[in-house]
């Protein structure tokens, strides 16, 4: 059974006070490991996608990386408007119907 | 581009209505997921299709029941609602494996 989890449940940060998150996974065979940001009261929005390990993506002040147990999302000098429910999700290869597994999620604040 | 669109955007049941919500996509995605958040248990996968004409069963399919009316949709009943099936609900597309799904707003759902 495949299994996410995220760390810590809760983060508060001080604009421009960097840090990382982070997703550990167990699945038999990862064919992708997905990042989603959920705002308060709407539908989760897509981040990225990472295939193996060694592989990093960044989008503005975010930047995820993946070895073969876990992902981080690592945020350079965040600002109040990326507070925010981050998602993390993974998808096994053997997984019929590309169904993802999701973790619990980290709730970031970045405070002014 | 709408993306996926879910309604209704909220409801409220009594114990034993029944309902059904519903998902479409102008994507030309393949797979449709319907999906579920509770605090504390993130995101379980009810049901999906991963292509038209196919539905299966996803982690938490009792009570429920899906139809994948065609590629653009795809509606969640539930038959007799019960207290435990108060959720927000989203409805999820997915063009190709190894894509990222797109969500809908969600909808918020009280059985009371």
């Known amino acids: 059974e495949d299994q996410v989890t995220q760390s810590p449940e809760a983060l508060r940060l001080q604009e421009g006070e960097s840090s990382s998150l982070n997703c550990s996974y167990t699945?038999?065979?990862?064919?992708?490991l997905f990042w989603y940001r959920q705002d308060p009261g709407k539908g989760p929005e897509f981040l990225f996608t990472?295939?193996?390990a060694g592989e990093e993506k960044e989008k503005e002040r975010l930047k995820a990386t993946l070895t073969k147990k876990e992902s981080f999302l690592h945020i350079t000098a965040p600002k109040p408007e990326d507070s925010a429910t981050y998602l993390c999700a993974v998808q096994a290869w053997e997984t019929s119907g590309s169904r993802l597994t999701f973790g619990e999620g980290t709730q970031l604040t970045v405070n002014p | 581009n709408a993306g996926v669109t879910q309604t209704p955007k909220f409801q409220v049941l009594k114990t034993g209505q029944s309902m059904t919500l519903q998902c479409a996509q102008d994507m030309n995605h393949n797979s449709m997921y319907w999906y579920r958040q509770d605090p504390g248990m993130g995101l379980r996968l009810i049901y999906y299709s991963a292509s038209e004409g196919t539905t299966d069963k996803g982690e938490v399919p009792n009570g429920y029941n899906v139809s994948r009316l065609n590629k653009r949709e795809f509606s969640l009943r539930l038959e007799s609602a019960a207290p435990s099936q108060t959720s927000v609900y989203f409805c999820a597309s997915r063009r190709d494996e190894g894509d990222g799904y797109t969500f809908g707003s969600g909808t918020r759902l009280t059985v009371v």
């Open positions: 990472l295939y193996s």
């Open positions: 699945v038999s065979g990862l064919r992708g």
